[in-house]
């Protein structure tokens, strides 16, 4: 169960990456002519967690910036949330590892 919630947070935090990537390629590439917006979509994966589809824009539009930033900012709020997750998760490995006798520790506990 606790490994499930740090894989969980893990792929979170790959998936909001994978965000931020496509956000600084619509911003370096804003001013390109016919450049068509990259966009994320985040689907369930198997047995769990999250994984990001990164996606091109079927219409040039172009790239609005406050949408960019708008989408930055919601990608590091969601990050930092898995990443809090993934710690608590740790933390609970932690306090069970310690609880065990020497013998029946994990081998990074031994």
């Given amino acids: 169960m606790i490994s499930s919630i740090i894989t969980t947070a893990f792929s979170g935090m790959a998936a909001q990456q994978a965000r931020l990537d496509a956000v600084a390629h619509n911003i370096a590439n804003a001013d390109t002519p016919d ?29 609005d910036l406050a949408t ?9 709020t969601a990050y930092q949330a898995n990443l809090a997750v993934m ?19 994990d081998e990074r506990w031994r």
């Fill in 68 to 76: 960019e930033l708008t989408d930055m900012i919601g990608a590091k």
């Fill in 87 to 105: 710690e608590t998760g740790m933390d609970m490995w932690d306090a069970l590892m310690s609880a065990l006798e020497p013998k029946d520790r």
């Fill in 35 to 63: 450049y068509a917006r990259r966009s994320v979509e985040m689907v369930s994966g198997p047995g769990g967690g999250v994984r990001a589809v990164t996606r091109e824009a079927s219409a040039q539009g172009g790239v």
